[in-house]
């Protein structure tokens, strides 16, 4: 059995790993032109599902690695106003955890980290600058992949890793269509140093703290505290803006999210000091300490996105096609989750594929059970990521749009002098985070 693979993004690569440690031919298409092309260098919440997908499918000293190079895990969560108010605050210590297992945990990477972590070793395995235009199909199920340079390659399974705007589900599901949400988002990073630390709220210094302003507009931030320890390259960058940022820098990863109705219509055009300056518009009226903190970002990290969701698809008769990650299920960052379920149909699918090997399942038998499988869990996955990070626009109407904030805010005040509805809050953040169990 030979396993095609195009794209070699967070699920296609975990996927490579586990077909290869179990002797199953595989081949990725990945049409970045080298290793280290492209901007994929936001932060990624890689949960316990991640983290067992990755545990499961990588050799064991390439996971050790994945989790020497994560930045140091959260010890808090708080939502604040946007001048820095406290609504609700967690602290992870006061919630239960089933073990100190690496696989069980939270990590927090750098996707540009973890995209070189899975690189690793695969040299024989990914061919890069190969862009995916179509495939063909032969009598006897075999697939052959077609790159735009000419070349093909034929295989018994194609399956598609090529991210939101997947051209493989074009062609295979052209009616798996996407919503956008309306939400934009400018994202960036700020390098952390004694003065940027005290520019983010100090109940989340050590954790993940999320903004919410009176037109519906939120924000993020995220401590990124390496384990080798702080370096200070405020220096280099200020004499080269625009250099690739560098990841393994201790710094501040943060983001706000805005609707397209107040945002102005070229937000996603906007690069590098244009997108800071803008992400600082939009922010009027935040605490002085956020606009600092955006002002003072390296404008070479800066990251627009459109925010999409995918719409619900029927099931479909299962082929020598198939999906993984966000080419089938597009979610919103809400949840944290779309990395994670990538990584998790990763796993489902090589799974599925070794009792294929074995002879137990046909091939469309174990594409099939991991199809029925992966439909479930994703479906919920992107309504929940949905459901949190949803802007039906009240916050900006008139009177209700007031009240509406200051019940938001009120109902999260009650909550945060509760502990068991907080605990019940934090463990329905986790849900499709840390759960096996659809
Ligand atoms: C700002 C932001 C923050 C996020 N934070 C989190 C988080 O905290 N936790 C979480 O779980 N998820 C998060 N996500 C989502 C997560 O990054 C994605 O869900 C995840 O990367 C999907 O993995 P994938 O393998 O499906 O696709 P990708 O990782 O996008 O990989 C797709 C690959 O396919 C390649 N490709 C595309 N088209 C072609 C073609 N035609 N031919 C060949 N190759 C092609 C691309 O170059 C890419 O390498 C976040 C997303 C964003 C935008």
Known sequence: MKVIIIGAGTGGMCLAHGLRRAGIEVAVHERDRTRTSGLHGYRVGISPNGARALRSCLPPELFATFVATTAAPYTTLAMLTERYRTLISIDFADLPHSSDAPEDGEHNVSRMTLRQVLFTGMEDVITFDRRFTHYTRHADGRVTA???????????????????????????LPHATHTETGLVAIGGKTLLTERSERLVPEQVRHGFGMYFDRRGQFGITHVMRMPWGSRNDEELIARHPGLRFDNTTDHVSWAITTSRSIAPPDLL??????????????????????????ATADPGSTVTLAIRTSDPVPAWTPSTVTMVGDAIHTMTPGRGAGANTALRDARELRDRLVRVRDGELSLLEGVGEYEELMRRYAALAVRESLEFMNDDGTARRPVIGPLSVLAQRTGMRIVDRIPPAKRRMARGF????????V
């Open 146 to 172: 077609h790159f735009d340079d000419g070349s093909s390659d034929t295989g018994d399974l194609l399956v598609g890793a090529d991210g939101a705007s997947s051209r493989v589900r074009r062609q295979y």
């Open 269 to 294: 055009e906007r690069t590098g000091r244009d997108a800071l300056a803008l992400a600082g518009e939009l922010s009027e009226g935040w605490d002085p300490r956020w606009l600092d903190l955006i």
């Open 430 to 437: 986790q849900k499709v985070r840390d759960s096996e169990l």
